[in-house]
């Protein structure tokens, strides 16, 4: 079963308009963490946002935004006034256990996004 | 400060050749991980190495290796290349092993032929 599932494998946004991209994960651990990247064409992979199983508020970075609904094992990520640099591949992924055991992060297959003028 | 840097940036081997990748990690951080992304994909982890020493390893076979230094720079190591290992190498550093942010490096290109 797939741990980490993003379903929108491209989504087009206009340029100041808001987006929420869509990421569900599969775990049985209670302690889990879960993190947004954004990757350009470049190829670096660069830290958006991160959401530990146990946080009680959602995480927000600047213009991000996690939106965690643990009950539904989602963890959609929201851009707010979209920019033209803000197009790139977007990975949802998850690291499970604590301590000695938390060392992996899981990915999905990623989201490209594309933000017209 | 520098971030994380690998080296070569891109790189042409024939099939069953031998690779050597590099990485050097954000100054202090101790922990390095290796990931592969094919095209099209995710990434997929491969090693992760603390304090000098293996803390996990992906489902690769064993013709992946890796190693870190002293310095807490790292070397993965790919022996009888495949075409299928053709890939985006990325590696990733953290100051401990159980961070809540990994920073990744530019990624090395390779292609084998």
């Known amino acids: 079963a797939q741990k980490i599932t993003q379903t929108q494998p491209g989504m087009f946004v206009q340029e100041k308009e808001a987006v929420t991209l869509d990421c569900t994960y599969d775990t049985s651990d209670p302690s889990y963490g879960l993190f947004w990247y954004k990757q350009p064409s470049s190829g670096e992979m660069i830290f958006l946002i991160y959401q530990g199983s146990y946080d009680q508020q959602n995480a927000t970075e600047g213009r991000y935004s996690l939106n965690f609904q643990k009950a539904r094992k989602s963890a959609n990520l929201v851009i707010s006034a979209s920019q033209l640099g803000d197009s790139a591949m977007y990975f949802c992924a998850m690291r499970e256990g604590s301590g000695g055991s938390n060392y992996k992060l899981t990915f999905g297959k990623g989201t490209l996004l594309t933000v017209n003028p | 400060d520098a971030g994380v840097t690998q080296s070569p940036t891109h790189l042409i081997k024939t099939r069953g050749q031998h690779v050597t990748l590099r990485c050097s990690p954000i100054?202090?951080?101790?922990?390095v991980s290796w990931y592969q992304q094919v095209l099209g994909q995710g990434p997929q982890f491969i090693f992760q190495y603390y304090e000098k020493e293996e803390r996990g390893r992906g489902n690769f076979p064993d013709r992946f290796s890796a190693r870190q230094f002293p310095n807490y720079s790292s070397e993965l190591n790919v022996n009888a290349l495949l075409l299928g290992d053709s890939a985006l190498y990325l590696c990733a550093s953290s100051f401990y092993d159980w961070n809540t942010e990994a920073f990744f490096g530019q990624g090395t290109r390779l292609t084998v032929v």
């Open positions: 100054s202090g951080h101790k922990s």
